[in-house]
């Protein structure tokens, strides 16, 4: 059948064109866990997984397809890899440069924009988080047996890597940071190791055996580990709900001037690997809405009387809190006597 006979056939043919093909991601564009939960992945997790995802060691990719679009790319060795694997690598899970970085890095090659929430920039806003983070990863051996036993996937919640997290909630089990067979702790970035596997000797880091701790240990850990996880969980509701926390306007308390709390360091300065100093710029935008700034619950009052100095921390106490608020203002009598007195003697 000619096109001269049925010239129709034309009438309701598309006109395919480039611009209506999908942009296309030179990687997977992988869904991350449980995002927008208290057991949202953290982004090294997302990193090993997209590298397991295709089949390739998770430091070769990053060394192929994430360093070379870096700003400040450089010539990458073996031993330059490996050390950033080892410990470094962990501040990309933070709220530095490195994090911000790596996050816009990695959301080009997926097609992604929501991957820099899985670092505490999405959690904590620009909060410095010197502090937070564990200096190396720690887990759960029961989750991973739980995951794998279900087939589901086996990653790493960014809860765990706060420092002041120490029991899962779950299974009411201290979190692990040393491999039980070689007792190494793990690279951040794997090489060639399987999930939920010791990067050093390939062996199953997970542990069907529930071990109990003692009734004494139990009631002191479990309240503390309650109240942890009960601020962490409402830092990471406010800051979905209002955008990236921008934490001056808590700090800020009307009438008494802008100075009153120490602000925080809301540019967070990393060490860089080669030993420069960097800085993180401020890229998002202030929330529309001062919610957080009016939410009086008792774990973010504490968090921000423990944010001042000892002699302001007294005046961000409420009322109800007047015994601390005094027992403060003693200490701080008691350490200037102690100065002026070893002033006299000198």
């Known amino acids: 059948m000619s096109t001269m006979e049925h010239p129709s056939v034309f009438v309701h043919q598309q006109i395919f064109r480039e611009s209506d093909i999908p942009v296309r991601s030179r990687l997977y564009c992988l869904e991350p866990q449980a995002m927008g939960s208290l057991w949202q992945e953290c982004f090294t997790s997302y990193l ?6 295709h089949h390739v ?53 997926t097609q992604r924009s929501d991957l820099h929430l899985l670092t505490l920039y999405g959690w904590i806003g620009n909060l410095s988080s010197t502090g937070h983070l564990r200096p190396c990863l720690a887990w ?22 706060f420092k002041v997290v120490t029991l899962c909630p779950k299974h009411h089990r201290l979190l692990e940071s040393h491999c039980p067979h070689c007792q190494k702790q793990q ?18 880091l997970g542990s069907s055996l529930d071990e109990k701790l003692s009734d004494q240990v139990m009631e002191v850990l479990t309240p503390w580990q309650q109240w942890v996880l009960q601020a962490l ?14 934490w001056e306007p808590f700090f800020y308390t009307p009438g008494r001037g802008d100075s009153l709390c120490r602000q925080p360091r809301h540019l967070e300065t990393d060490r860089a690997f080669d030993g420069r100093e960097t800085r993180c710029h401020q890229s998002v935008a202030a929330p529309k809405e001062d919610s957080f700034a009016r939410n009086n619950s008792p774990a973010l009052l504490c968090l921000r009387s423990h944010s001042c100095s000892n002699h302001e921390r007294r005046d961000c106490l409420p009322h109800r809190d007047a015994p601390m608020r005094d027992l403060i203002e003693t200490r701080r009598i008691s350490s200037n006597k102690t100065k002026s007195r070893s002033r006299s003697l000198s």
């Open 187 to 204: 690279s951040v970035i794997a090489l060639r190791t399987r999930p939920g596997h010791c990067t050093q000797c390939d062996q199953w």
């Open 48 to 53: 090993n997984r997209l590298g397991w995802l």
């Open 57 to 109: 060691s998770p430091r070769a990719m990053v060394t192929q397809e994430i360093i070379p679009r870096l700003d400040k790319a450089q010539e990458v060795s073996r031993q330059w890899i490996g050390a950033l694997s080892r410990g470094y690598a962990m501040n990309m899970n933070g709220v530095g440069s490195l994090a911000l970085e790596w996050s816009q890095a990695l959301n080009h090659l």
């Open 233 to 246: 969980e409402e830092l990471h509701v406010a800051s979905r709900a209002s955008g990236v926390l921008q």
């Open 140 to 161: 759960c051996p029961i989750c991973y047996t739980e995951w794998q036993e279900q087939r589901a996937y086996i990653y790493q919640p960014l809860f765990w890597l």
